[in-house]
């Protein structure tokens, strides 16, 4: 078992807990998996407006699943890299992809706008609650 209240406010430890039965006089030993990266909420939006699906995948390059979609496109992701791309996967598909800004903190508060691979145009703003949002903004 990781004591996860001894790791560094950036890392996070997956399945920190491990069950092994072990024989009289052995030593065991784990290896366990450990994101070192920000945390943050993000709200991701779609290019018409809409978020991604409640339960949505978001990933980084690797695969690696940093965090899932909930209500309204909120999403808790930890392990983010500054300007790192991240992709929001539903039905078994990749659907769309969003760029992290160059600088951000723990525990920032993002707005995201999540385009398909294939989009042509570049997304300027996203309008949520009636204010026009700029790409990418930290919200403090």
């Known amino acids: ?59 980084n390059a690797a695969g690696r699943e940093l965090g899932i979609v909930g209500d309204r496109g909120i999403a808790w992701i930890s392990g983010a890299q500054p300007s790192e791309t991240l992709r929001v996967n539903w039905n078994n598909n990749q659907q769309c992809l969003s760029t992290l800004p160059s600088h951000i903190h723990s525990l920032s508060q993002l707005i995201l706008p999540c385009k398909s691979e294939d989009s042509d145009r570049e997304t300027s703003n996203v309008t949520a609650s009636g204010h026009d949002i700029p790409k990418n903004k930290i919200i403090k």
Do not use: C, H, Q
């Open 1 to 59: 078992m990781i004591d996860v209240n001894k790791l560094s406010e950036n890392m996070e430890a997956r399945n920190a807990v491990v069950e092994s039965v072990l024989t009289d006089g052995a030593i065991g030993y784990r290896k366990f998996e450990v994101l070192t990266g920000n945390r943050l909420f993000a709200v991701l939006k779609l290019e018409d407006g809409n978020s991604p699906p409640f339960g949505a995948s978001v990933r």
